[in-house]
């Protein structure tokens, strides 16, 4: 919609304030920084004429104080001059004034559908076509200039990414787009000439940079990939799961949701139901690499449940052992005791019944 | 003769800079940002588009931006 012209200059001197002020407050910043290193430079004299003195009194118990001083003092200074030669290196900002803002907004007028102005907000508004990358699609998006935020940052920072159909992805609802998250645009690339463009006050340029970031994908950095964008489907029941519920079984390598995977009990490893066995004696689910046949018995036996033969070293469930650990090969066979004889010398004999009268 | 050439590509700069006369918006193109295709630029000419053959004039104000930006995370 075609904004009113009154309104236009409105927001164009709006606009032309706000850099002004921006420039104003970086050209206060060089006397500012200037004074701070002429602040350190007089106290690091202060501390030199003072180990001066010290030195020819021969006070040799302060001279470690003095030196660290100094050592902070120089450290400061340091700091204070490399901050003051960025300031004066800064080249001298000029803000344009209304009438190259009125163009900036004409131009944005005419290039972006949904132009306008929100005087609430301090921002100025456009929007972008329906957008779709990789067959995914994502939905027009609000792109959101907040003037005041100039102050702080000439960014884009200032800008604000808000999804009109949000599409976001299945693992986090935050992340609207494969570069957008809570509503900032992580422009990689675009990021020095949005900031070039906003510190000249070249608006419009600012705005078709932001766009040219959401319409074009980079696989190498996104928050989340658009391959993963729609989630994952559990390999064992099909459940779509985004990245915060997804489990990849470490044998298999599938991913599945948190009811189709579970853990060994043995080693703790992370393993799909199918890649479980269960202990032939304490049928906990353990991992094949913890599982050992046992000899004698052929039984899966986990850790827990097998130990070697005290005696011939093979390996057994641990209940085939004997107290003394061996193995039931290797356990001496029972001889039967003999019977006892007959008619022996009963220690404790009953006492023989009277007889019946 | 001078114009305002404004590169949003790379580190993103505007300056006033010397051209032949009768040079055109893709001679200029093929100048500046060599190795790079120009159906990936916006390029306009006194905010409005420009066909490649359009010749310059003094006091043009150019701008080109790219419309295939990689972001990040």
Not at chain 1, 200 to 215: K, M, N, P, T
Request: hydrophobic share 35%.
């Amino acid at each position: 919609m075609t904004q009113p012209t009154r309104l236009l200059l409105r927001a164009a001197g709006r606009l032309s304030n706000f850099w002004r002020s921006r420039a104003q407050l970086l050209a206060r910043e060089e006397p500012y920084r200037l004074r701070y290193v002429r602040h350190h430079l007089e106290a690091l004299q202060g501390a030199l004429d003072r180990l001066d003195k010290a030195h020819g009194l021969g006070l040799e118990l302060v001279l470690p104080t003095l030196r660290l001083e100094i050592l902070g003092h120089l450290e400061r200074l340091r700091q204070a001059g490399s901050e003051a030669k960025d300031a004066m290196l800064r080249p001298g900002v000029q803000a344009p004034g209304a009438g190259a803002f009125l163009e900036e907004l004409r131009q944005l007028e005419d290039d972006f559908a949904d132009f306008s102005v929100d005087w609430r907000q301090k921002a100025i508004r456009v929007t972008t076509e329906p957008i779709t990358l990789r067959d995914i699609y994502l939905g027009p998006f609000a792109i959101q200039f907040h003037w005041e935020r100039l102050l702080h940052q000439p960014d884009v920072s200032c800008f604000d990414i808000v999804a009109l159909d949000p599409h976001p992805a299945a693992a986090n609802d935050r992340v609207t787009h494969p570069h957008v998250k809570d509503r900032s645009l992580c422009a990689g690339d675009a990021s020095v000439p949005i900031r070039k463009a906003l510190e000249q006050g070249r608006l419009a340029d600012a705005f078709y940079l932001v766009r040219s970031v959401l319409e074009h994908y980079n696989p190498g950095s996104p928050h989340i990939a658009l391959d993963e964008w729609e989630g994952t489907d559990c390999h064992d029941c099909g459940r779509n799961v985004g990245d915060d519920d997804r489990w990849c079984c470490e044998a298999c390598g599938c991913d599945f949701c948190d009811d189709c995977i579970g853990n060994c009990a043995s080693c703790d490893a992370t393993r799909c139901h199918g890649c479980l066995m269960r202990c032939d004696v304490c049928n906990e689910p353990c991992c094949a690499r913890c599982l050992e046949t046992c000899a004698g018995s052929g039984n899966e036996c986990c850790r827990h449940c097998r130990a070697s033969c005290s005696q011939c070293g093979a390996t057994v469930a641990r209940d085939d052992c004997d107290e003394a650990g061996r193995c039931p090969s290797c356990q001496p066979t029972s001889i039967p005791e003999p019977n006892p004889p007959e008619n022996t010398h009963d220690p404790d004999p009953e006492p023989a019944r009277p007889a019946s009268p | 003769m001078v114009i305002l050439f404004i590169n949003n590509h790379g580190g993103g700069f505007a300056d006033h800079i010397e051209v032949a006369e009768a040079t055109t918006v893709a001679d200029l193109f093929e100048e500046r940002l060599p190795g790079c295709r120009a159906e990936d630029f916006l390029i306009r000419v006194n905010r409005q588009p420009a066909s490649a053959d359009q010749v310059l004039q003094a006091g043009d104000r150019v701008s080109m931006t790219p419309t295939k930006i990689e972001g990040a995370r």
